[in-house]
């Protein structure tokens, strides 16, 4: 292989080329964002890294505490589903804002 200058020939394909690398807007965004790309966190770990408010404590924890009452009270299997999902966010919501509220520094 040489490395001697190009002939005219090859310098126009070339340019041509190039012409057509540079009109490629698809191209141009991409390599403009090359390596710099952000990464998503998976759900979970944006779940596990969420703040929640003391109101939105509370207000769950109104609804679980109806949830539990209207399923003890009436034993409909929907009530004690609706329990049952919401009980557990009820729980780590609160886990999570006491947390926050005994982290030091905060």
Do not use: N, Q
Request: hydrophobic share 45%.
């Amino acid at each position: 292989m040489t490395t001697g200058p190009l002939h005219d020939d090859e310098r126009h394909i070339l340019d041509e080329m190039e012409r057509a690398l540079r009109r490629d807007r698809r191209l141009a965004r991409r390599m403009r964002t090359l390596g710099r790309r952000p990464r998503r966190r998976p759900v979970l770990a944006r779940v596990a890294g969420c703040r929640p408010r003391p109101w939105a404590v509370a207000l769950l924890l109104v609804v679980s505490v109806a949830l539990m009452a209207a399923g003890i009270d009436t034993s409909e299997p929907a009530v004690i589903w609706a329990f049952a999902a919401v009980w557990p966010v009820t729980l780590y919501s609160a886990f999570r804002l006491l947390c926050t509220w005994t982290k030091p520094g905060s």
